[in-house]
Every structure is written in C-alpha cells, then in structure tokens.
C-alpha cells in the first residue's frame, strides 16, 4: 500500500460522504440552474463542486490526523471549518505535532516530545547525558547546554548519543 491510500485512509468516512452530498448538489444545481453556454456549464458544474468537496475532505484529514496524533482536534477541525481562505488548514499543517511512536518495551503510545515512555521508562529517543533533553543522533554537542555528546568509550563514529538504545 502506497503513502497516498494510507494518509486518504485517515479522513473519516463522514466526510467522504459530506463531500459526495455537496458535490453532486452543487453539480446539480449549477447543472440545471446556469443560463450560461453548455461548455462553460459543464466545466464549471465540474470544477466549482470539486473544489467544495477537497475542501471538506481537508477537513477531515485534518479531524483525523490531528485525533491520530493526539492533538486537540476539535479545536483544529473548528479552526480549519471557521477560518477563512483555508488559512486554518494552513495553519494545522505547519503547527501539527510529530506522530507519537511505541515503546518498544511495553508498546505504550509515547508522545514524539517525551524522550522516555510514561508507562515503563525504557529510552524511545536519543537525550543529552548531562541535561537529559531530546537531541539529535547527528549533534556532537547538546544544543540545550552544549555538553559533548560523544560519550569517552565510543568511538567517534559509531553513531551512538548519550542514552540512546542500540538500534
């Protein structure tokens, strides 16, 4: 299964509906109401509909990917709906959180933010051995309190940061 299937499987099956209903509402209407030329008829019956039903399948990606990733996301699918100019959609997807990943311990859902699981304790992500925040495995240096991050038994390109699980 491609990325695409996966990430379309995530807007609800309502809005998939609601997107049918208003496309072929608006298509119907602008189909049987419109004085204008048959051409202009049938391309604007086509395409004014299925900009209105992207915009609502926007939507529910938005309610969906935001509940996947344990965001508030009513308050971002009521932002998306109210805002104008698809200016909230906008907004979701440059604020949107990291997904959260298993422990491999335990397989509790761990936020991306939390360096350890709540549940059992077990390192999910790389941190800093003086202050303990999240690093990254490429840093040499701790960018929250510039410790070095090469421990002295590892080697200078072994790859392995502070804590981090062999893996």
């Excluded at 299937?5 to 608006?26: M, T």
Aim: glycine share 8%.
């Amino acid at each position: 299964m491609n990325r695409l299937n996966q990430e379309l499987k995530i807007i609800p099956l309502a809005a998939w509906i609601v997107a049918l209903l208003i496309y072929g509402g608006i298509a119907f209407l602008l189909l049987q109401l419109s004085p204008w030329p048959t051409l202009l008829r049938v391309l604007f019956s086509v395409g004014l509909p299925l900009i209105a039903a992207v915009y609502v399948l926007l939507i529910g990606y938005v309610y969906g990917d935001a509940r996947r990733r344990g965001m508030r996301y009513v308050l971002w699918t009521l932002l998306a709906i109210f805002i104008p100019n698809a200016i909230g959609i906008i907004l979701y997807f440059i604020l949107r959180e990291p997904l959260p990943q298993s422990c491999s311990k335990c397989g509790a859902v761990v936020p991306a933010r939390f360096p350890h699981c709540p549940a059992c304790g077990t390192a999910v992500a790389q941190t800093c051995p003086e202050c303990r925040r999240l690093v990254e495995l490429e840093w040499l240096h701790c960018a929250h309190c510039g410790a070095s991050l090469r421990s002295p038994e590892t080697p200078a390109g072994s790859g392995r940061v502070g804590n981090a699980p062999l893996g």
